[in-house]
Structures are given as C-alpha cells and as structure tokens.
C-alpha cells in the first residue's frame, strides 16, 4: 500500500501576533511544521510527503524540508485550506492507494493516530482522527438561548489527521471546486456521499491557534511524555564487580560455576545479573539495583540475582518498555567461562522475557593487570536495548 501524505502549512494566519505564519513558530529549537514534518517522516506508514506553503515562501523552502529522509515535494497553497490541498493532491504519486491530510499546526501527532488513521481509510475508504467531547455541547437559539443540548456521546471534536483512499479524496475535491466550503476534507468528503470512519486521536493533539495554545504547546515540549513519544529505542549501561573469596559459591548469570573461589556480597553476587538488571533499568529511567533492591534490606541477603532481574524487568516492563537485547561482558582472568556461557544466556532470557538469541555473553581476561587480571575481583559490563511499546 502506498500512503502519500499532504501537510496543509499554505494559512497566512499570524493570529499569534508575529510576522510569520504560525507553523513556522518555532517550538523547542523547531518549528512547529518541521515538527509535524518529522513526524511523518518518522511513520514507517508514509512513502511522500507534499507540503503546501504560503505562496511567498514557496522560493525560500527552509533546510528543513530538503534531503531528508523520503520525497518531499514543495507545492503552493492556495486561498482556502482545501485549495492548498487540491494544489498538493496534484502533485501526490500517481502511485498513492491512500492520502493522508495533515495541519502543519498539530505538531504533537503519534505515529499511532497516524497508523489507525491510514488503516480506517483502507477499511472505510476515509476515515479522521477524532477525540470525544469531554464538555456538554449546546446549540444556541434565538436571543442567546439554548434551543437545545446535544448529547454528549454522540459529539467528537475532529483533528487530524484525516485519510482517504485516492478515488474517495479526488471525488470529494471536485466537490470542493464546485463552490463548496470546507473547514476540512472529511466534510466534503460527507457531502459527495462517502462513509467517513471516527477513529481514536490524541488529547496531545492539539492545534495552535491562539496565544494559549502555544504556550500550552510549549509546555508540552518539555513534558516528558513528548520527549518519550519521541524517543522509541533507548540504551542502558550496567557495571559491577565484587571481590573473589574463598569459601562461596560462584555465581555468575544464575549458573553455579565450580571453582575454589566465589563472589563477595550480600546476594548471591551474581554480578552478571546485577550489571544486566542496571543496564535494562537504565535504559528504562528506572533507577537501579541499589534503589530497588537496597542491600541493607534482609530480604535480599543470599538472595538469587535472577529473581532481581526477573522483578527488575517488570519494573521495566511497568514503565513501558520492552527489552530487545542485551550484551554483557564478563572481565574474569578465570575460571574459564566458555562452557557456561550458553546456560547463563538461557537462564538471563529467561528472567527477561526475551529470546536466548537476544542475549549475548561474552567472556574476557584482564591480561593479569590490576584486580581482575590478578584474579582477586570479577567484574561485568553489560549494555541493554529498549523499546517503549
Ligand atoms: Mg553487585
């Protein structure tokens, strides 16, 4: 399926009282259109974007809309909105099954509202994003009085995205080219006929407008449930190293090794789970082993590290990820790890949730310098992979 999108940036509107149209505001060191740019770019559902300008800005393209990483052709918008986008529809691929339309000025959509929106639009031929209206919704009569209220469930507020399949969105312009007004294409999509799908779009959504809104919308950079939106995959680090005694067992990624010495703690020691359990939490922003599992609490004394690591992530998994791998380096002069490495990968996976082929362990001597090297200590390095689902 080939989905192009349209970003209608061709309003004047400087409501916001600047010399520039509002989507060339800049939002946290972007404008707001490079941000709603970026999020499509960012789709893995969108193969072209074409984006409407204002006409005198059409021989100043900004950086921002060169280069980059799929086709983005440059077009003029026109008087009206939809004007702007029968100008892009124009220049979409002759090849697009589905358009999606899209306000420069909702610089806060998902990759979810964008997927939802574009799989409606294959199912139902159109479809828009849409939330339900948390306020009762009345209609005004003569006089400044109520003629009548509206019943709540039946009213959503309509966003964007909004998309079509190619035939529905050309019908629906033409419609458009015949005198009818539209603050959006869905609507003259339900004139020319065509059945428009509701789907689920995002509080955070938001359109600026006004004053208000920008500053809301600037407060919204800097939540952390945008920089998380934006950032998918996150990486964590974990080390640790405990002295070698004698008269423990040695413990490393839940395998019993034998050997005359074992690993000083106040767990078993396995400090190939610790390190591990500090990278998956750190990558998460969950804290760390410490934080969770202080070793002044009796309740870890002698515990088993693959039970830490398997709490650890849940704790993980709680805050929204989902580990895809983990890389660990054990830094041990001896004994000889090789034939325990491919248990502990078992026994890890396992504790993780993910498969044994996600987890690699690797073993390494220190060359006989310094505290691993003289075989008093063993120390791990572990980095993880993560993905916020
Ligand atoms: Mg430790």
């Known amino acids: 399926m080939h989905v192009s999108a349209i970003i209608a940036a061709g309003g004047r509107g400087v409501r916001?009282?600047?010399v520039l149209p509002k989507q060339f505001l800049a939002l946290g060191g972007r404008t707001i259109l490079q941000r709603s740019v970026d999020m499509f770019l960012a789709s893995d559902d969108i193969a072209e974007l074409v984006v409407a300008l204002p006409t005198d800005l059409v021989a100043n393209v900004p950086d921002y809309l060169r280069g980059r990483t799929k086709p983005?052709?440059?077009v003029e918008g026109g008087a009206r909105r939809q004007d702007s986008v029968a100008n892009a529809f124009r220049t979409v691929s002759g090849r697009a099954d589905i358009v999606v339309i899209h306000d420069a000025a909702r610089p806060f959509v998902t990759a979810d509202v964008i997927r939802r929106t574009v799989e409606a639009a294959a199912e139902y031929g159109a479809a828009i994003a849409a939330i339900p209206s948390t306020d009762t919704v009345k209609r005004s009569g003569a006089g400044g009085l109520i003629r009548e209220t509206i019943p709540r469930a039946e009213i959503f507020l309509a966003q964007t995205p909004q998309a079509f399949r190619t035939s529905v969105l050309r019908d629906a312009l033409a419609q458009a080219g015949e005198g009818l007004d539209a603050t959006d294409e869905a609507a003259l999509a339900e004139q020319a006929g065509h059945p428009v799908r509701l789907v689920e779009g995002d509080p955070r959504n938001l359109k600026i407008t006004t004053a208000d809104d920008l500053m809301m919308a600037e407060r919204m950079v800097d939540s952390p449930e945008v920089r998380a939106e934006?950032?998918?995959l996150r990486i964590g680090n974990g080390y640790d190293l405990h002295r070698l005694v004698a008269g423990r067992p040695l413990v490393l990624g839940g395998v019993t090794i034998p050997?005359?010495?074992?690993?000083d703690g106040h767990s078993d020691a396995d400090a190939v789970c610790h390190?591990?359990?500090?990278?998956?939490l750190g990558a998460a922003g969950a804290g760390d082993i410490g934080r969770h599992f202080p070793d002044t609490d009796p309740a870890w004394k002698d515990a088993n590290s693959i039970v830490l690591l398997t709490r650890a992530a849940e704790i993980v998994a709680m805050a929204g990820f989902v580990v895809v791998n983990v890389d660990v380096v054990v830094v041990a002069e001896r004994p000889k790890l090789v034939p325990y490495i491919e248990a502990m990968k078992t026994n890890l996976s396992k504790a993780i949730g993910v498969a044994a082929g996600d987890v690699s362990v690797k073993g390494k001597t220190n060359e006989g310098v310094d505290s691993m090297g003289a075989g008093a200590s063993i120390a791990v390095h572990a980095v993880a992979l993560v993905a916020r689902v």
Do not use: E
């Open 72 to 74: 983005i052709a440059i």
């Open 230 to 232: 934006q950032t998918r």
């Open 259 to 263: 050997f005359a010495k074992g690993l």
């Open 16 to 18: 916001l009282g600047g």
């Open 275 to 280: 390190a591990v359990t500090d990278a998956i």
